[in-house]
């Protein structure tokens, strides 16, 4: 879970740094039923431009629905859904698989509202059942296991500031 203290004891990202020396802060977030890139950084401005809507910085997420997103449900997602809070931006929405009651969508978002991926699904009637952020930026998940963590590389980070308006 994407919080360094959690008044229920459940497991937080803490608990995959023990004996890491420098106080670091996870950009953005992931709830406790949701997995994938999670970036961690002592950069505050870095952090900073990384979430702001602002700065356009793109996350992707592959999402298992049950149902199948009718073409309605995905223009919808695709031009931004009302939330409690506002409208979304607009979202990059891809089939990547049909099964009979169930698929599995590649969505792409510019903006980090609380649970946004899950609730603009809800508002279109798909109960999401697994959501995994591939892509945050420039950086792409790749075969990093759940739990497993590594440092940037300089080119990596050079390419995150680069896309925020920062000198590499």
Known sequence: MTTLSDPQGRPTIRDLLPGFKRRVFPVGRLDFH????????????????????????????????????????????????HLAEGRTQPAIVRVLERQDRKAWLEITIAEGKQRQVRRMCEHVGLFVEKLVRTQLGPLRLGKLATGQARPLTPDELAKLRRAVGMRP
């Open 34 to 81: 949701s997995a994938g890139l999670l970036l961690l950084t002592n950069d505050g401005e870095l952090a900073l431009r990384l979430t702001h809507p602002r700065y356009g910085v793109r996350k992707v997420y592959r999402v298992k629905v049950k149902g199948v997103p009718t073409p309605e449900a995905l223009e919808q997602l695709q031009r931004g859904v």
